[in-house]
């Protein structure tokens, strides 16, 4: 089975939602630029992000805070988000059983792959790391999507942008592939994704299937 990550993977959704997440720190009155969004955050569950930041401020964020940034979300990635560059490409061919896991909310997951066209390659297997006790870093999440499936963890290929993804994986005993072919992806990513633990590094998703066939050969 082919596990996906959609934030950064299947969706180029990171600079988007960082900025949003940013602004929303800033109109309550913590200081959080994009960077630090994405430098602290990136991969993370939204409810895990905000219990570090009010315990590193030493003060509670606002009352709804969660629902306001999450609404906000979903109505700028109705208007503005798109699929990652060859996503449906790299979908098209791929058979077998496959599904995301996702540091996301059920709804944020759903709209990501509706407004982008992708839904209909996983429906309905999508799990949130909502479902599960532990985020990312833990390998909660992606055990989780195993045992719904039946799969293995062992005959899991996990297709990951961040080092929190990469390491849950690998802490789930599958076998992960990095991706830094997303617009957020800095020049240092993939060294940051192989220290993580990731067999091989794509640039490209249409790398995807020969990566998929090197690693089931070994």
């Known amino acids: 089975m082919v596990i996906f990550d959609c934030n ?16 929303e720190f800033m109109r309550a009155g913590f200081p959080l630029t994009p960077d630090v969004v994405a430098r602290y955050f990136t991969g993370r569950r939204p409810a895990d992000m905000f219990t570090e930041v009010e315990i590193a401020a030493r003060r509670k964020l606002p009352p709804n805070f969660a629902e306001t940034v999450a609404s906000v979300i979903l109505r700028r990635f109705r ?23 996702s540091s996301s909310s059920h709804e944020r997951i759903r709209v990501s792959l509706e407004s982008t066209g992708l839904i209909r390659f ?11 006790r532990n985020g990312k870093p833990a390998p ?9 499936l039946q799969v293995s ?37 993939d060294t940051v994704l192989r220290s993580a633990g990731a067999r091989s590094v794509i640039p490209d998703l249409r790398a995807l299937k020969s990566a998929i066939i090197n690693l089931r050969g070994w």
Request: aromatic share 6%.
């Open 79 to 101: 208007k503005e988000l798109r699929a990652t560059r060859h996503a449906e490409y790299a979908l098209s061919w791929l058979r077998g059983p496959k599904c995301v896991a």
């Open 8 to 23: 950064g993977v299947l969706v180029d959704s990171e600079p988007l939602a960082t900025a949003i997440v940013s602004q």
């Open 153 to 189: 963890p062992g005959d899991c290929i996990v297709v990951e942008d961040s080092a929190v993804g990469v390491a849950a994986a690998v802490a789930a005993g599958m076998t992960v592939i990095g991706f830094v072919g997303g617009s957020h992806a800095g020049s240092q990513l």
């Open 140 to 148: 909660d999440l992606f055990l989780h999507a195993a045992s719904r």
């Open 122 to 132: 996983f429906e309905p297997n999508l799990f949130s790391a909502g479902d599960v």
